[in-house]
């Protein structure tokens, strides 16, 4: 289908501006689409004094509306794949034992996993769950826009509540000003809903309810001095106003000390100085642990498995963890793995989809290959391929969090450095060619100006899934849902993705 991004932002007056950036940021303030300043040198205070604005636009992104409804139509067919592929733990263990050597952080993860499997009665709980962002890109060819997938997160997929904070945002900058009547494109039909934030928490509280004990408490495992603790507080406090759910946040690190499994029965109580009792925990939110930096000593491994062994119902499970990893990611692109998930009837007949669902879903992919491929008569091993067309390339890793990928004119020199036995490890993955000429207004905390940029927009989608299967069967049993969405806007010349690292501004979108 045509499409076309309009010339953007809108001209608007150095008033009109002016007044957009004051209108913004006390809303910004007053509706908790807020940080934590940088730490000084000494460390975080023992409790915030003050906090500042998160970044963001003054403008939604526009974005066509075919594409969104696309994007929203295939989340939930992404939530029953993800769910199928944490529940393969043959398919997994295939993939992971030949990237172990090479990945040590995603190895050990993998080896403790498989570990826990092998205990006497197994992992206790067969229920997973799952809180899923889906991000994608617009692709600008020579005929038309289209949408390609950056990755699948099954681990930590932020900003969901500050997402919804920004729609929110642009709706009041419409409804007080209607942006100066800049645009014909400012209609209210045109600003999409996001209810992230409750929908996450339904999936939360699904966990919740299917472990069974109503006084049990929610587990929060965050990073230490986290500054992105408002995202994580607003659904704390959803979860509270709500549903009268209690949360405990806790750093690996500290459950070392606070945390504790019964031997008998499993039940994962958690404690903190300024409690007198351990509180029986229903679920187990992973806001840390995606990156190896979370993991200081063996003794934090240690911690996650101890976890890992409970009757608690995990959100993430390792198995899903590593299900959303970028060579799994690779693999479903090898011929017949996508049909062995979403068409096999191994898996029951309530979830089966069409060769048409396949195809949609296969529409957003971009070409990628692993650098351990063999060459083929029709094709160059996966290094060669790789250095053939770097420009046009980005390398990854197993690793979330930003900040890991090679781009561009840095792949030949890094794969000159690169050993032989570890690009088992490594994935290429063409660039995807977002539409030139886009440009925003970006509002920064500290500044009383914003600053137009020619940017790169990226939608995600969020789902939620809780799934287990019969207990020596295939057959799976998944609840799930699309629940939300976020932007995420980021310099035309930046090639990451990171709000929370600095890479990216947040944004909401205006369909066309």
């Not at 190895?107 to 826990?116: D, F, V």
């Not at 690996?252 to 499993?266: P, R, T």
């Not at 990611?329 to 998930?341: A, D, I, R, Y």
Request: aromatic share 10%.
């Amino acid at each position: 289908m045509a499409a076309r991004i309009p010339p953007w932002p809108p001209k608007i007056t150095e008033e009109q501006h002016k007044e957009l950036v004051k209108l913004s940021t006390t809303f910004a303030l007053t509706r908790g689409l807020s940080y934590l300043p940088v730490h000084p040198p000494e460390g975080p205070p023992p409790a915030p004094t003050s906090s500042i604005h998160a970044p963001f636009t003054l403008f939604p992104a526009p974005f066509p509306r075919h594409l969104f409804e696309q994007s929203l139509k295939i989340q939930r067919i992404y939530n029953v794949l993800y769910s199928r592929i944490a529940l393969d733990e043959e398919f997994i263990d295939s993939i992971m034992k030949e990237v172990e050597p090479a990945d040590p952080f995603t190895g050990t993860l993998w080896k403790g996993w498989r570990s826990l499997r092998k205990e006497e009665g197994g992992l206790v709980q067969r229920l997973h769950l799952g809180l899923f962002r889906s991000d994608y890109m617009i692709h600008q060819s020579s005929k038309e826009l289209s949408l390609k997938q950056v990755e699948f997160n099954t681990i930590s997929s932020s900003f969901g509540p500050l997402s919804q904070r920004v729609a929110e945002l642009h709706r009041y900058l419409f409804h007080a000003t209607n942006y100066y009547d800049s645009s014909p494109h400012f209609n209210r039909i045109n600003f999409p809903p996001n209810e992230t934030l409750s929908g996450l928490v339904r999936g939360l509280v699904e966990g919740h309810r299917a472990y069974g004990v109503e006084r049990a408490v929610i587990l929060f495992v965050v990073q230490e001095g986290e500054r992105n603790v408002f995202d994580q507080r607003l659904l704390e406090y959803e979860l509270v106003d709500k549903y009268g759910i209690t949360v405990i946040r806790h750093t690996l690190g500290e459950l070392s000390e606070y945390a504790s499994v019964d031997s008998n029965k499993q039940i994962l109580t958690v404690t903190s100085p300024t409690r007198a009792s351990f509180l029986e925990v229903s679920v187990v939110y992973y806001r840390a642990g995606y990156t190896p930096d979370d993991y200081p000593t063996p003794e934090y491994y240690e911690t996650r498995f101890n976890i890992e062994r409970s009757r608690a119902i995990k959100c993430p499970t390792i198995a899903l963890q590593l299900a959303g990893g970028k060579k799994i990611q690779q693999v479903l692109t090898n011929p017949g793995v996508l049909e062995s998930f979403l068409l096999d009837p191994r898996w029951g007949d309530a979830e089966l989809f069409t060769a048409a669902d396949l195809s949609e879903l296969r529409a957003t992919w971009v070409d990628m290959w692993a650098l351990n491929e063999a060459a083929t008569p029709e094709t160059l091993d996966g290094v060669s391929r790789a250095r053939a067309d770097a420009e046009n390339l980005v390398i990854k890793p197993q690793r979330e969090g930003g900040g890991n990928n090679i781009y561009k004119s840095n792949i030949p020199g890094f794969l000159d450095n690169l050993p032989a036995s570890d690009t088992v490890a490594w994935i290429a993955m063409q660039l995807i060619s977002a539409p030139r000429g886009v440009k925003n207004q970006v509002a920064k905390a500290g500044s009383a100006h914003s600053e137009e940029k020619e940017i790169v927009n990226e939608l995600g989608i969020f789902g939620w899934a809780l799934f287990e299967k019969d207990k020596g069967e295939a057959i799976s049993r998944i609840s799930e849902e699309q629940c939300g969405w976020l932007v995420r806007t980021k310099g035309k010349d930046s090639d990451e993705g990171g709000v929370a690292v600095g890479y990216s501004v947040l944004d909401s979108l205006l369909l066309i």
